[in-house]
């Protein structure tokens, strides 16, 4: 990597751990290449492999190792949860999602009420939460086929309150799905005794490599597969599994699970995204925060510059060698303001100026304050005077 680069988009994509890159390199170009089908010893030692990480990933979420569906990317997990509901329940024809969700559970659903199904997104507030009363008013034991939510938001870091939704949700005689691709490995996870029904996890948002991924299905839930085939993972995901990319995702859950004993890593990532923010905020002029300042990932930061267009701003920062993001890089190149901040209240005008920067474990004190610094001079050369009588900037306090 180029000693230059400073890298604040790890809501896009992480870099492989080293040690996620050498517990995989076996699998890839050493001695233990076998189809863990195989009968024979060579295929068994991937199967080996391909168990101890199961075990290692539900470590993580203080899962049954039963309960790990491995996939090939979180946008899989999640439309794999919609399918297996749909087709679990085929009388029901009623959905339910957030406002904020990501495309690769917006998307299904919008394809979904073009085949006839009803979905229903529940409004967020301006600091992007989620209303649990409207949630619960809106379930329909009866047609209410699923309700999806996101755990943390990729954009704002917003948390959802998830583990009280579930519980609506399940008290009413409904499957629970939540989007946790951001949230696993930052935040602590408990589904051991949890009214999650179905979770989703990718491996490249947690230092392992992109191409792999987790369904975890509840095991007391009902479930069918879309992919069929040789009735790998237990028969609820066919197709000879990728073992190099689960290995290093069972590694880096091993690492992720060390890091999350006693808050330490979390804490100190917190504090370098606070020391990022505040810094902004006392040296650039109407610099606002979007979601809520306390109910998020202690590594996002989702800032507002005011007067100043967040694609001008990405080409001179990227041109300063720093990566950040206007928000999903799955939507890159939309010309359309951010669908979340939209949906949590905000003008077109200010979604527009908003950009998205992330942390991770490899972040240092010295790369935040070198960005600060080339942060404050971009925006310098492109933020317009705001007109005196333009209204009061109001800031999240």
């Known amino acids: 990597m180029n000693d230059e680069l400073i890298y604040l988009d790890n809501n896009a994509t992480t870099r492989v751990h080293p040690e996620v890159c050498a517990a995989m390199e076996p699998y890839l170009s050493g001695a233990c290449y076998g189809n863990p089908s195989a009968g024979y010893r060579f295929g068994k030692q991937a199967r080996q492999a391909v168990e101890r990480a199961r075990?290692?990933?539900?470590?993580?979420?203080?899962?049954?190792?039963?309960?790990?569906?491995?996939?090939?990317?979180?946008?899989?997990?999640?439309?794999?949860?919609?399918?297996?509901?749909?087709?679990?329940?085929?009388?029901?024809?009623?959905?339910?999602?957030?406002?904020?969700?990501?495309?690769?559970?917006?998307?299904?659903?919008?394809?979904?009420?073009?085949?006839?199904?009803?979905?229903?997104?529940?409004?967020?507030?301006?600091?992007?939460?989620?209303?649990?009363?409207?949630?619960?008013?809106?379930?329909?034991?009866?047609?209410?086929?699923?309700?999806?939510?996101?755990?943390?938001?990729?954009?704002?870091?917003?948390?959802?309150?998830?583990?009280?939704?579930?519980?609506?949700?399940?008290?009413?005689?409904?499957?629970?799905?939540?989007?946790?691709?951001?949230?696993?490995?930052?935040?602590?996870?408990?589904?051991?005794?949890?009214?999650?029904?179905?979770?989703?996890?990718?491996?490249?948002?947690?230092?392992?490599?992109?191409?792999?991924?987790?369904?975890?299905?509840?095991?007391?839930?009902?479930?069918?597969?879309?992919?069929?085939?040789?009735?790998?993972?237990?028969?609820?995901?066919?197709?000879?599994?990728?073992?190099?990319?689960?290995?290093?995702?069972?590694k880096a859950a091993e690492l992720l699970q060390s890091s999350l004993v006693g808050g330490g890593h979390q804490q100190a990532m917190r504090q370098l995204r606070d020391r990022f923010e505040q810094t902004l905020i006392e040296r650039i002029p109407h610099t606002l925060v979007n979601g809520h300042r306390e109910q998020r990932l202690p590594n996002t930061s989702n800032l507002c510059f005011r007067g100043v267009d967040a694609e001008g701003l990405l080409i001179l920062l990227d041109n300063a060698g720093i990566c950040c993001s206007p928000g999903s890089a799955c939507s890159t190149g939309a010309v359309k303001p951010s669908r979340v901040l939209t949906a949590m209240g905000m003008s077109a005008a200010r979604a527009r100026s908003s950009v998205r920067f992330s942390l991770s474990m490899f972040t240092t004190e010295e790369e935040i304050d070198r960005a600060v610094d080339l942060v404050e001079q971009a925006v310098g050369k492109l933020q317009i005077v705001l007109p005196a009588g333009g209204g009061p900037v109001v800031r999240h306090t």
Not at 181 to 199: F, H, P, T
Not at 230 to 244: D, F, K, L, P
């Open 55 to 250: 075990e290692q990933v539900a470590l993580l979420l203080n899962a049954q190792a039963e309960e790990i569906v491995f996939t090939g990317c979180g946008t899989e997990s999640n439309n794999t949860a919609l399918e297996s509901a749909l087709r679990c329940y085929p009388q029901r024809r009623h959905l339910v999602i957030s406002a904020t969700e990501h495309s690769a559970v917006e998307k299904p659903c919008e394809a979904l009420q073009a085949r006839g199904y009803r979905v229903t997104r529940v409004a967020v507030d301006g600091e992007g939460m989620i209303d649990l009363e409207e949630l619960e008013s809106v379930v329909d034991g009866g047609d209410t086929v699923l309700v999806s939510l996101i755990w943390a938001n990729n954009e704002t870091g917003v948390l959802a309150p998830i583990e009280e939704a579930a519980k609506i949700v399940k008290n009413k005689g409904v499957l629970f799905h939540s989007d946790a691709v951001q949230a696993v490995g930052k935040v602590d996870l408990d589904l051991s005794d949890s009214a999650v029904s179905m979770l989703s996890v990718s491996g490249h948002k947690l230092h392992a490599a992109k191409g792999v991924g987790v369904l975890y299905v509840n095991r007391q839930v009902r479930f069918e597969a879309s992919m069929l085939g040789g009735g790998q993972e237990g028969g609820r995901r066919s197709g000879t599994e990728n073992v190099a990319g689960i290995v290093g995702l069972g």
